[in-house]
Every structure is written in structure tokens, then in C-alpha cells.
Nanobody, 124 residues
Framework: QVQLVESGGGSVQAGGSLRLSCAAS????????MAWFRQAPGKERRGVAS???????NYADSVKGRFKISQDNTKNTLLLQLNSLEPEDTAVYYC??????????????????WGQGTQVTVSS
């Protein structure tokens, strides 16, 4: 049974940093495409970053240069380092996994498995 459990969210001031973790079970991180999404109140869920089984990454323009997605294979965990946080980054952050090795797009419809989300709040 596939399960994804996020942690690491919290409240920080603008300019601060957080590291989100997504512990996976039922499959091996690094064997499929995985991604982070976020959803702000009243807005659609949007892709933030993805990583394929070859380690190739892709980022939304709004987070390029500030966020970094990575995998800890020893802990079977997906990570997202959030730096230089802005109030606009406030959202619930979700990790997700595809039933495929490649990440053609970062669209919610392409991902079969989801975590429960973790709240990130950035104050100005």
C-alpha cells in the first residue's frame, strides 16, 4: 500500500527557510516521478517542483533559485528545501507520486498518490 506522509511545515518570517519531508512507503523513492505541489486558499493546486528517477528536476518559475527538490534514498524520503520565503509562498504543500518514471508535466491529474499536506505560512 502506497503512503506518503509530509512533515516540516510551519510559520516563518519572509526571508526565512524551511525543509519539507515526505516519507514514502509501499514503493521506492527514486523509482518513479515525484513532485511537490502547493495550494493556497481559494486557488488551484499547482506544481512546485518535480524529480524523475534519473534525478532530473523541474521547477515552477516562481520558485526557481529559491527551492530545491531532492531525494534521500537511505530514508526513502522526498525533500523540498525552501529558501528566501515570501508571503506568496503561503500554502498547504503536498507531495505526490506518479505511476511513471518520467515527469512530463507537473499537473495534479498526472499523479496517482498524494500525502495529506503540510501548512507553510510566511509572514511579512
Amino acid at each position: 500500500q502506497v503512503q506518503l506522509v509530509e512533515s516540516g511545515g510551519g510559520s516563518v518570517q519572509a526571508g526565512g527557510s524551511l525543509r519539507l519531508s515526505c516519507a514514502a512507503s509501499g514503493f521506492t523513492v527514486g523509482s518513479v516521478c515525484m513532485a511537490w505541489f502547493r495550494q493556497a486558499p481559494g486557488k488551484e493546486r499547482r506544481g512546485v517542483a518535480s524529480i524523475n528517477m534519473f534525478g532530473g528536476t523541474n521547477y515552477a518559475d516562481s520558485v526557481k533559485g529559491r527551492f530545491k527538490i531532492s531525494q534521500d534514498n537511505t530514508k526513502n524520503t522526498l525533500l523540498l528545501q525552501l529558501n528566501s520565503l515570501e508571503p506568496e509562498d503561503t500554502a498547504v504543500y503536498y507531495c505526490a507520486a506518479r505511476r511513471a518514471v518520467a515527469c512530463s508535466t507537473i499537473q495534479p491529474v498526472d499523479f496517482a498518490y498524494w500525502g495529506q499536506g503540510t501548512q507553510v505560512t510566511v509572514s511579512s
